[in-house]
């Protein structure tokens, strides 16, 4: 029964971790506040230059700028929540029931806010300095036909800001960090602990795969350092953050919000500040013999 019942080994009093952490969320916050100032006040510094004659829904700049102006599939605030909630969740249910190490569990969550914060700050700064014109631009601008509507001013500012997806890049960097942490725990990809040898962490078990200790069993001696095969079950395992990242992300184009690229590039930022952050928080990121053990 104390198996299933939450908490970790080594938990440390609150002040000690406050000490250790608290300027990692400060800085985290730090960059939240500032991505948001610059969506809320900032206005896109660069002039949009487009081609304005009478036909120009049927010209070819008209069909890729004048989609209908549709309510989002997913809002921001949601796809903020979802990005960050999700992993929080499942990384938090790992700690509790079955790392039980809270610096690596620590390690983790700070690790998916340095990705998310560093990736949303990135974001935004290239909305504010390049930013494009987004599909239902034309529905909102209207140039042949101005709207005497003094409130359409903030649509048009926000029809300005195509490039890059922010859903994107919160998904790939929320959902792109916990399947690089999921592979720490299954081994799908990179270099198998050899022989069943691992570094070991502070807490003493390594998760889902413990070759030392019963969790991880005959199937992990098999599955990861035996003959080298990986069970299909941890392959769909670590594959579903991604379909998630990516399903948030293409629901951007569907819903007219956003072009191919800006969805290409914003995934291509997440995953890039999700690698960073992993190997910013572990020793490791596809390295199966220590990219479970934190750096502090």
């Known amino acids: ?21 608290w300027l990692d969320i400060a800085t985290q916050l ?23 004659s009478n036909n120009i829904w049927s010209t070819s ?12 599939y997913i809002t921001t605030l949601v796809s903020a929540i979802i990005s960050f909630a999700v992993p929080f969740l499942v990384m938090g249910a790992i700690g509790l029931w079955w790392v039980r190490d809270f610096w690596e569990s620590n390690a983790a969550i700070m690790g998916l806010g340095y990705a ?4 949303t700050l990135f974001q935004s ?20 036909n101005p709207p005497p509507l003094p409130a359409l001013g903030a649509k048009v500012k926000e029809a300005q800001m195509s490039f890059p997806s922010g859903h994107s890049s919160a998904a790939f960097a929320g959902f792109g960090f ?34 030392r200790g019963k969790e991880g069993g005959e199937e992990g001696r098999a599955g990861a350092a035996g003959d080298g095969r990986t069970r299909h079950w941890k392959v769909v395992v670590w594959v579903l953050p991604w379909l998630l990242a990516f399903l948030i992300s293409a629901s951007k184009v569907r819903d007219c919000w956003h072009h191919p690229i800006d969805v290409l590039f914003g995934s291509l930022v997440g995953i890039v500040f999700a690698h960073l952050a992993y190997w910013c928080a572990f020793r490791g990121v596809y390295d199966g013999r220590v990219n479970h053990v934190p750096r502090h």
């Open 30 to 52: 730090l960059c939240l506040l500032i991505a948001e100032l610059i969506y809320l006040l900032a206005t896109p510094l660069m002039p949009r230059y487009f081609p304005l």
């Open 116 to 119: 998310l914060a560093t990736a």
């Open 178 to 211: 916990l399947a690089l942490y999921l592979n720490s725990k299954l081994k799908v990809v990179g270099r198998k602990p050899d022989g069943g040898r691992v570094l070991e962490g502070d807490g003493g078990t390594q998760g889902f795969y413990t070759p």
């Open 125 to 144: 700064f290239i909305k504010w300095f390049i930013g494009g014109l987004r599909p239902h631009f034309l529905a909102v601008c209207v140039p042949l």
């Open 61 to 72: 700049w008209g069909l890729q700028h004048g989609k209908p102006y549709l309510a989002e």
């Open 1 to 21: 029964m104390s198996q299933l019942k939450p908490g970790f080994n080594n938990r440390p009093p609150f002040k000690s971790w406050l000490k250790a952490s």
